[in-house]
């Protein structure tokens, strides 16, 4: 293998406190491919990514982006590197405006006429986002900030985008939209996806490859269409 | 960890008693009480330094006879009633023979009635309430003067000196500035001076301009300003005049420290106070001064009176030759001689009496302007 | 009338004073959510620093010629004094401390107050600090009513850092990314705001208000004091809870009022129960409405 | 060792260069236009030798070279909690009542005189502790009961000549009243605003105490207060009882070491009635407590109620050992200094709130040989145990973590 991964997790534990979520987890994203991560509430899918983000350290084990070791820089100088986070409940500023949570996510960036170009780019691909350009995040519907959140993560110019439960929440017709939202995001601009769902129908679908996590350990790993077929996922995951 | 830090502390609680128990037989001991913290921390460390330069200056002179020395211990009550008695409490356990203080009326009251249990001479240089000495407790001595003969001083000086006929006083709700403010009231009164106003401002208030505005909407003949310390005392004078107040302002002993004119600057021009006369042209003054100055800085309100008061215990006590309480007292109501602030000789009550004049503050200078018996000072 | 409007000058230059040490008070709750009880000793400080900064150029004799500039220069050097200062308290005593429990971080602020005033007390001594009282000595005189120019350097001088601020918090990417970092801390990491760095913004930039504060304290009183910070402290803090702690907008109409309510309540009620007057204004609002005037509802947190 | 030290040097020089920084203009700029170092270094080198000695222990520490040093010590204090867990509580508790019923005999006057400050503040802080420790409200301005249960003891006894035992439950009352005046209003709030409240209402308390001079003699306080009068059987003459005022500082000791354990008595039923119970729901979740059926608006004023009842007692005590109160001792530093043994010992914790009031007690005690220097050293020696045991010394066990607590 010539490639080298873009993001591996080597043996990872990490906790709260007494509490150990992760208990060693192994894995690795390709560059440009969607790679979903299913598994039951609790079972350490959001830890994965807070861990990967540095806003829980890694207790053992190494996180490597880009070849490089990363649980040792603090969280907020990852996304500068082009590794950027959606978390779970979306997380949109409340009391800033749309236009301004989407400023901040070009935050460490300096080219102030790039990021004016980047968010109307936005206000194009969300068409309600520019509707609602100076409306309160906090005063926005779920999908909506869904959007935003996506469209915030994008500003950042990620090279790998992890996101955490992006159709929690929402109607099944947003769901789609956001779904394709992500598949064009992963074709066009070939940005890498790590995608953390309980709805593992809609994520296999969506991903190339598939990992399942059951409390704090990676039981399986396959392609997705595998994974997709295979009874027990069928009958665990899948409600059938 | 936890264990061991506990066993630390406890070992720690239970050796602190002990550890003040030590007493040896050789060194006379002397405590003061003043607050060296809080707001009248000032006022505090001037009544410490003024015990300590009689301390030494005593035992330059041949000390006390019998004693290799003269140990000194300055406690600290914040002018906090509960901190000044386990002070007090803390100067019976050291096992001193006599004490100088407190600062605030409300420290001296609890904590001498504790030095009284155990028959030890107290003897303050600064709290002028009428209770001090006025309770019939046996061992309390007072160096300063009292407010109601304050009082009446200061409204003689008003109504002669000055030919006031309105007033407007405020005081700052403290025991020592509103027992004086209420006595200036009743001599005015009786004087005939109209009184206009009487208000308060709290304690540790800085912001003087709304009762500032009243005063000068009634715009009385004087201001009489009764304040604790100072420091305040000098703010009010100096919002005083930024707002043009007309009135002449008159205020009381605790405000004479040269740093009230370094803080109120050209405000106080012009400003008097009754104070306890002090003779400068005194040779006691004199040799005072030049033992105090270059040591501490300028002589404030209360060094003298520590000073006195020290020296009239140590005095006392080398005159008993021996530090029973009965006989240092004995000794103490027998003293009579020329002090550094006042002529020192006490009464039956403990009171060494008053002797108010009125100052006027001319050129950064405490001026002596008048007095009750002759009139103007020139 | 005259009288009215008289003491209406002396609420607005009060109320200026609570209101900039009430924005540190704000601004570090609405990052932290911490009463930050040491900001009476930043404010403190300001002022000693201000001082000692003017007696120096006094005594090199620069006062003399360029009075002005040595005015504007003292409040420079004390605003960045106090803003070290509390970037160094903030990295000592609060910052390990901000996974514990908020008593815990409390109490580490009132040990802090404790040191830091007595600190000042045994380097500047106990007694006032005087300042150069030559400045600003004129005034206006309108019949009964008397506005003197120190009031009116103060009072501008406040409006104009109220605005500075204003158009640095609501106007700026900073100001942004430190909105940001009160509402969402983990969030705003997600988006390469580094909020230790935030953090210790919002505290230099509250103490260099209180810094300010303090050196017109010093100028309108004629003099500071190691434990002046003690009482404007918990007014102002009163105040920024008045106007909806976190809430910068609150925190300056917070300000004027405590100083309004106290200054009419001692003009036309009476002056020693006047702290009280404040209290039961700022009672009665909060029974109103619990979360400020201008309070966002805050999650129900508590100790 | 070296690794360790590595990896704090950094952090050690720029701190000590931002002292350094801190130090200089408050020391070293001279209002006659000169500048010095002088005093400046030689303060910041005592600072720097000190704080160099800290470091090097930290660092022996981390690294470990200590372990021959602490490994014998730490398997003793294992040995001897194991000892003590093994004893019953009640050796202990008995060991402990023996020493605290004869120290007075072997401390002296000074002595006796802090530990009465120390069980008085005791029952302060159990108090304080129902409050805030149980109910979870946080309270600043908890002297004021303290001074409502004084002033009522120093008025009944000074103007209606009303002996000791009767004005106590009447000074209970009257605190209580007091707590449930503050309490009904501040009941909407909650967090920090709760916080503000209760530090007006107690500023209010004290203006009113300093400033109602028909009633309270305004600043000068109330002097000729009575001490506690007990009567006591005397058998000369057949059998009689005669009265006498307690003057001596011992059988105040006796009676103050009486108040603190019916305090704690009280306070540990409580914490496990069903009121206690009711408590801990309203501090862990208020609305979900409200969603469960408990009252919160009765309980949360009963908490207020019962920790004003334990100051209303301390305060009528403090009135009776004193014979003099006046409002200087009921200012906010009061409130927060109980807050902090509260806190420092261990929020909701009997034994450690009293190992709290007993280090806040003693420490300026300690340091009064430092004079001017004790605050100073209090104020710092109150954030460096914060920073070590920021949970209070002895933690309250607790189930569960707190709301706020949890990550966000």
Request: a neutral charge; glycine letters at 10%.
């Amino acid at each position: 293998m010539s490639i080298q991964p873009i993001l591996e997790l080597k043996d990872v534990h990490s906790g709260y406190g007494s509490i150990k979520a992760l208990k060693g987890i192994s894995l690795k994203v390709m560059p440009g491919e969607i790679v979903a991560i299913i598994g039951a509430n609790g079972a350490g899918k959001s830890t994965t990514l807070m861990t990967i983000c540095g806003i829980i350290k890694a207790e053992k084990g190494e996180v490597l982006y880009q070849g490089k070791v990363i649980n040792k820089i603090s969280p907020e100088k990852l996304p500068v590197m082009g590794l950027c986070q959606v978390p779970e409940g979306r997380r949109i500023f409340p009391r800033l405006s749309v236009m301004e949570n989407l400023r901040l996510g070009a935050f460490y960036r300096d080219d102030t006429d790039q990021i004016m170009k980047d968010i109307q780019h936005s206000y194009e691909m969300f068409p309600i986002l520019g509707e609602r350009k100076n409306q309160q995040g906090g005063t926005l519907s779920g999908g909506e900030q869904q959007m935003l959140a996506i469209a915030r993560a994008l500003m950042i110019k990620p090279k790998v985008l992890l996101l955490d439960e992006p159709s929690l929440g929402l109607a099944p017709i947003i769901v789609q939209q956001i779904f394709d939202i992500i598949a064009q995001i992963n074709k066009k601009e070939g940005t890498t996806i790590l995608l953390v769902e309980q709805n593992a129908n809609l994520a296999l679908q969506a991903a190339s490859r598939g990992y399942v996590v059951e409390t704090g350990e990676i039981t399986l790993e396959d392609e997705a269409q595998s994974l997709l077929s295979n009874p027990k996922i069928r009958e665990a995951y899948l409600g059938e | 960890m936890k264990k061991r830090i506990l066993s630390i502390m406890a070992m720690g609680l239970i050796l602190v008693p002990f550890l003040f128990a030590t007493v040896s037989a050789k060194t006379l001991k002397i405590g003061s009480m003043s607050p060296l913290t809080g707001p009248y921390a000032s006022d505090g460390t001037d009544i410490k330094n003024g015990v300590w330069t009689a301390i030494k200056v005593f035992e330059e002179a041949g000390g006390v006879p019998g004693y290799d020395k003269i140990e000194f211990f300055p406690q600290d009550t914040a002018c906090d009633p509960r901190q000044a008695v386990a002070a007090a409490n803390k100067l019976l356990n050291l096992g001193v023979v006599g004490v100088v203080g407190a600062y605030c009326s409300s420290s001296t009251i609890p904590s001498s009635e504790v030095l009284d249990e155990e028959s030890i001479p107290m003897i303050t240089p600064a709290s002028t309430h009428q209770d001090v000495t006025d309770r019939g407790l046996e061992y309390m001595f007072r160096m300063c003067g009292r407010d109601d003969d304050q009082a009446s001083a200061a409204a003689k000086f008003m109504k002669e000196a000055l030919g006031a006929k309105t007033i407007f006083i405020v005081d700052d709700k403290t025991t020592y500035s509103q027992g004086l403010a209420d006595g200036v009231e009743k001599a005015c009164e009786k004087l005939g001076i109209k009184i206009l106003g009487h208000e308060h401002v709290n304690q540790g208030d800085k912001d003087f301009s709304a009762i500032l505005t009243m005063a000068k909407l009634k715009n009385a003949d004087i201001f009489y300003m009764s304040l604790q310390g100072y420091s305040s005392a000098a703010m009010m004078t100096l919002q005083a005049k930024r707002l043009g107040l007309k009135s002449q302002i008159v205020t009381q002993d605790a405000v004479f420290q040269p740093k009230y004119m370094e803080v109120a600057k050209y405000a106080s021009e012009g400003v008097y106070l009754t104070y306890g006369l002090t003779d400068p042209s005194t040779p006691e003054y004199k040799a005072f001064e030049e033992r105090y100055v270059p040591k501490y800085g300028a002589i404030a309100a209360y060094a003298t009176y520590a000073y006195d008061s020290a020296t009239a215990l140590l005095k006392a006590i080398k005159a008993a030759g021996s530090t029973e309480p009965a006989k240092i007292k004995a000794e103490l109501m027998k003293l009579d001689y020329q002090g550094v602030a006042k002529h020192v000789k006490f009464r039956a009550n403990g009171d060494s009496g008053s002797s108010y004049i009125a100052y006027k503050v001319v050129d950064d200078k405490f001026v002596p302007y008048w007095e009750p018996a002759n009139g103007l000072i020139k | 009338m005259e009288y009215f409007i008289q003491q209406l000058i002396n609420g607005i230059t009060l109320g200026g004073m609570y209101a900039l040490i009430a924005l540190g008070y704000t601004m570090v709750y609405g990052v932290i959510q911490l009463i930050n009880f040491a900001h009476g000793e930043f404010f403190a400080a300001g002022g000693y620093v201000g001082a000692i900064a003017l007696a120096y150029f006094a005594g090199v004799g620069y006062m003399d010629s360029h009075p002005v500039i040595c005015l504007t220069a003292a409040f420079m050097i004390s605003m960045a004094y106090c803003a070290y200062l509390a970037i160094g308290v903030e990295k000592i005593a609060y910052k390990p401390l901000r996974k514990e429990s908020r008593l815990a971080a409390l109490l580490s602020a009132l040990g802090m107050s404790i040191f830091l005033s007595n600190g000042m007390m045994l380097t500047q001594g106990v007694y006032d600090k005087v300042y150069p009282s030559e400045l600003f000595q004129g005034r206006f005189d309108f019949g009964m009513v008397t506005l003197s120019y120190l009031q009116i350097m103060i009072v501008s001088l406040t409006a104009c850092l109220l605005i500075g601020l204003n158009l640095l918090v609501f106007r700026t990417k900073i100001g942004m990314a430190m909105r940001a970092t009160a509402q969402d801390k983990t969030m705003s990491a997600l988006v390469a705001i580094g909020s230790n760095r935030i953090i210790s913004l919002t505290f230099a930039i509250g103490a260099g208000l209180a810094a300010a504060a303090g050196i017109m304290y010093g100028l309108y009183y004629g003099s500071v004091r190691y434990d002046i910070g003690f009482v404007p402290g918990i007014k102002a803090f009163a105040a920024a809870v008045l106007g909806g702690i976190g809430n910068i907008t609150g925190a300056m109409i917070g300000g004027l009022i405590i100083g309004m309510v106290e200054i009419f309540g001692a003009g036309y009620i009476s002056s020693e129960y006047k702290d009280v007057f404040a209290f039961i204004i700022l009672i009665a609002v909060l029974y109103f409405k619990p979360n400020g005037i201008m309070g966002e509802n805050i999650d129900d947190t508590r100790v | 060792m070296i690794q360790e030290f590595k990896k704090v040097w950094k952090q050690y020089t720029i701190g000590m260069l931002w002292l350094l920084g801190l130090l200089w203009p408050m020391l070293g700029i001279h209002p006659d236009g000169t500048m010095t170092f002088q005093t400046t270094f030689t303060v910041w080198t005592y600072i720097l030798a000190g704080s160099f000695v800290c470091l090097i222990i930290y660092v022996i520490k981390v690294s470990g070279s200590l372990k021959f040093f602490a490994d014998p010590i730490s398997r003793a204090a294992g040995n001897l909690k194991t000892t003590s867990t093994a004893l019953p509580t009640w050796t202990w508790l008995a060991a402990g009542l023996i020493v605290a019923l004869i120290y007075p005999q072997f401390a002296g006057r000074y002595g006796t005189d802090v530990a009465i400050s120390v069980l008085l503040y005791i029952c302060l802080g159990l108090g304080l502790n129902v409050v805030v420790g149980l109910a979870g409200m946080l309270d600043l301005g908890y002297i004021a009961f303290y001074g409502v249960g004084a002033y009522t003891y120093a008025i009944l006894n000074t103007t209606y000549g009303l002996g000791f035992w009767i004005c106590l439950p009447m000074s209970a009352f009257f605190a209580c009243i007091a707590g449930c005046i503050v309490g009904y209003p501040t009941l909407r709030m909650r967090g920090d605003y709760l916080a503000i409240v209760t530090l007006g209402f107690g500023e209010i308390i004290r203006i009113i105490l300093n400033n109602w001079m028909e009633l309270t003699n305004g600043p000068n306080g109330i002097l000729g207060i009575k001490p506690i009068g007990i009567f006591l059987p005397i058998f000369e003459n057949g059998f009689t009882f005669e009265h006498f005022w307690m003057k001596k500082l011992q059988l105040f000791y006796y009676f103050a070491l009486g108040l603190a354990i019916v305090a704690a008595i009280c306070v540990y039923r409580l914490n496990f009635s069903r009121v206690g119970r009711a408590w801990e729901s309203i501090r862990e979740d208020e609305t979900t407590a409200e969603l469960m059926g408990v009252n919160t608006f009765i309980y949360k004023l009963l908490a207020y109620a019962m920790g004003a009842i334990f100051a209303g007692l301390a305060g009528a005590f403090f009135a009776a050992r004193m014979r003099f109160v006046s409002p200087e001792s009921f200012t906010f530093l009061e409130s927060a200094m109980v807050l902090c043994m509260v806190v420092l010992g261990g929020m909701g914790s009997i034994p450690g709130i009293i190992l709290g009031v007993a280090a806040l007690i003693a420490l300026p005690e300690v340091f009064r040989e430092f004079e001017s220097y004790r605050m100073l050293v209090f104020g710092a020696t109150m954030v460096i145990m914060m920073l070590f045991r920021p949970a209070g010394l002895i933690p309250a066990k607790r189930v569960g973590t707190r709301s706020e607590e949890r990550e966000g």
